[in-house]
């Protein structure tokens, strides 16, 4: 049987993105060796490493804009640290959208005077704020674009005179947007890009060199950059699984390409989320992710019933995270129309019952 994948994190892969890779692992490029056994610094490593942070800006529109995009290791839990450590000098403003933009808050104050300037988690994150005020002479404004938790995603961004920065890690690469408009994104790519392991960071090199701290060797942007992201062992196989998926988005058309298709498979579920009386969405609908739907059964005494229809549909990974409870459905890129088909079957079934 089929298994449709809508897990949260690790995402879903193309399937001929898992063949590629899974042929590296046993004879990468007809070396008869293994990707995870030969040398980082190998030419044949070292050209994946190129060509994954040169798609990574291709794809984003950011070639010759004076970004640099690095491969690292750490999660976007260490991001939430060195966005901080490498910019935050005297005051830095966070837009505070769920758990995740709760933890670099909690990072951040440990470098200078944090602001929120704005939050939702009066009603446990469910919309996006609006109206909030971002004052003058931050070192920069935080974001986190998509709130993989809650469901919800910022559809308009702020214009300020401050650096934008912005967490992409479940959204990355499957909207259109104007990219130059950040200074650093970073994302971890076990969401829409690769296995876990990696996390891109794209950075725009004159935001730095302003903090009069010093930084670690390994905490530090401009060391990365110097030595093209290898400072130290990258992680190879999520670095060039990574490569092989941005591979497969460019092919595909690249980035309009892929939304015009997230944007069916949002409407697909969405629609019968609103139309079926078996079912409540989560998030307020002006904020509700592409990416990541939250939704409940009207009634939890049909959990059983409809935990049984999706075992038999081979559906996988629906189940809310703990701090929403319900049910999430993950579309990430590499996600079929057809497999958000079948559970929107399962969810008209589950009305047909009732």
Known sequence: MKKHNFSAGPCIL????????????????????SLIEISHRSKDFVAVMEKARSLALELLGLEGQGYEALFLQGGASTQFLMTAYNLLENKAGYLNTGTWSDKAIKEAKLFGDVMEVGSSKDENFKYIPKGYTVPEG???????????????????????????????????????????????????????????????VIIKQDILGKVTRKIPSMLDYQVHINKESMFNTPSVFAVYTS????????NLGGISAIEEINDKKAQLLYSEIELNPVFNGY???????????TFNLSDDKLKGEFEKLLQEAGINGLNGHRSVGGYRASMYNALSLESVGVLVDVMSEMERKG
């Open 138 to 200: 931050l070192d920069y404004l935080h974001l986190t674009s998509n709130n993989t938790i809650f469901g919800t995603q910022i559809k308009k961004f702020p214009k300020t005179d401050a650096p934008l920065i912005c967490d992409m890690s479940s959204d990355i690469f499957s909207r259109q947007l104007d990219f130059s408009q950040f200074d650093l994104i970073y994302a971890g790519a076990q969401k829409n890009m690769g296995p876990a392991g990696a996390t891109l």
């Open 283 to 293: 998030a307020n609908k002006a904020d509700r992710s592409n990416m990541n739907a």
């Open 243 to 250: 490569m092989l998926t941005l591979d497969w988005l460019k």
């Open 14 to 33: 193309p399937k001929e993105v898992l063949l590629q890779a899974s042929e590296a692992v046993m004879d990468f490029n007809g070396s008869g060796l």
